[in-house]
């Protein structure tokens, strides 16, 4: 049986660069994160080229709507969790439950590349305000892409008192 050799940091990094020559396949916000599809979007798993251009909102923790891993490829970023905040750097690997909340924030001047791996959607996914669990679309603008309500700081909104209920099998 032969053994075999996994990539390394710089590989990983040719390779990513490789995938950024072309456009990005979905663009977040005013780019706040372009997205590169790895493999062809499915309902099963997806891994996803990420460059992070700006932090999250700070208003709130977020969650996903899956299990996901994160490997940083370049630079690093502070990811901020119930638990504390951490320096993350390439060639870091991250796993988090789909309930695990956090926010990443950009360090100026570092890049923030990392590959992004998802298993299957198994709930919503919102934000963890001071009052409750606020589902993304209530969270975000109308069109889901920019700064929007937040955590109905001015009223906007009531928050959700039981997190991941059911609106769509499948987004």
Same mark, same amino acid.
């Given at each position: 049986?032969?053994?075999?050799?996994?990539?390394?940091?710089?590989?990983?990094?040719?390779?990513?660069?490789?995938?950024?020559?072309?456009?990005? &396949?979905?663009?977040?916000?005013? &780019?706040?994160?372009?997205?590169?599809?790895?493999?062809?979007?499915?309902?099963?798993?997806?891994?996803?080229?990420?460059?992070?251009?700006?932090?999250? &909102?700070?208003?709130?923790?977020?969650?996903?709507?899956?299990?996901?891993?994160?490997?940083?490829?370049?630079?690093?970023?502070?990811?901020?969790?119930?638990?504390?905040?951490?320096?993350?750097?390439?060639?870091?690997?991250?796993?988090?439950?789909?309930?695990?909340?956090?926010?990443?924030?950009?360090?100026?001047?570092?890049?923030?590349?990392?590959?992004?791996?998802?298993?299957?959607?198994?709930?919503?996914?919102?934000?963890?305000?001071?009052?409750?669990?606020?589902?993304?679309?209530?969270?975000?603008?109308?069109?889901?892409?920019?700064?929007?309500?937040?955590?109905?700081?001015?009223?906007?909104?009531?928050?959700?008192?039981?997190?991941?209920?059911?609106?769509?099998?499948?987004?």
């Amino acid at each position: 049986m032969t053994a075999l050799s996994y990539a390394t940091l710089p590989e990983m990094q040719a390779w990513a660069t490789g995938i950024m020559q072309r456009q990005p &396949d979905y663009v977040i916000g005013d &780019d706040y994160l372009r997205r590169w599809w790895v493999i062809p979007r499915n309902e099963h798993v997806n891994v996803y080229l990420h460059e992070i251009l700006k932090s999250d &909102d700070d208003r709130a923790m977020h969650d996903h709507p899956w299990a996901n891993t994160s490997f940083l490829v370049f630079g690093s970023y502070i990811e901020h969790t119930p638990e504390g905040s951490f320096v993350r750097m390439a060639g870091e690997t991250i796993q988090r439950a789909a309930n695990a909340l956090h926010r990443l924030e950009v360090i100026p001047g570092e890049q923030a590349i990392s590959l992004f791996m998802t298993g299957p959607k198994v709930r919503e996914w919102g934000f963890q305000c001071e009052h409750g669990w606020v589902h993304w679309e209530d969270f975000t603008s109308p069109d889901g892409r920019t700064t929007g309500r937040g955590c109905g700081e001015h009223g906007e909104l009531s928050p959700v008192t039981h997190p991941g209920q059911p609106r769509e099998v499948f987004a």
